[in-house]
């Protein structure tokens, strides 16, 4: 089992940044595929980033390209989001996840068994 514990989030303005923190625990979650997803009223959830826990190619929407990075740090077990250049449609909670890479499919939440507990984001124009 692995538990992703997130914070971050927050109110901000059209324009400005923000980082999202993902701390993972549990049992063997270094040869995990991590990702960001979002979810924005009315709306079903999104896929927004990836990387694989042991490094490699990261992968991203083609909404937030350019302004958003997926990172982590082992040391600290932990992954994160820089959102840059944010806007109001950016507006969303937005969960972590994890899960095997051999049952993830990219752009999907297909595959990510463990979630966090998410994170309000909130853009203001």
């Known amino acids: 089992q692995v538990l992703l514990v997130e914070s971050g989030g927050g109110l901000v303005q059209a324009g400005d940044s923000l980082k999202l923190s993902c701390v993972a625990s549990?049992?063997?979650?270094?040869?995990?595929?991590m990702a960001w997803f979002r979810r924005a009223p009315g709306k079903e959830r999104q896929f927004v980033a990836a990387i694989r826990w042991s490094g490699g190619p990261t992968y991203y929407v083609d909404s937030v390209k350019g302004r958003y990075t997926i990172s982590r740090d082992e040391a600290k077990n932990t992954v994160y989001l820089q959102m840059n250049s944010l806007k109001p449609e950016d507006t969303a909670v937005y969960y972590c996840a994890a899960g095997l890479p051999e049952h993830t499919l990219l752009g999907s939440p297909t595959g990510y068994d463990y979630w966090g507990q998410g994170a309000q984001v909130t853009v203001s124009s």
């Open positions: 549990g049992r063997s979650f270094n040869t995990y595929a």
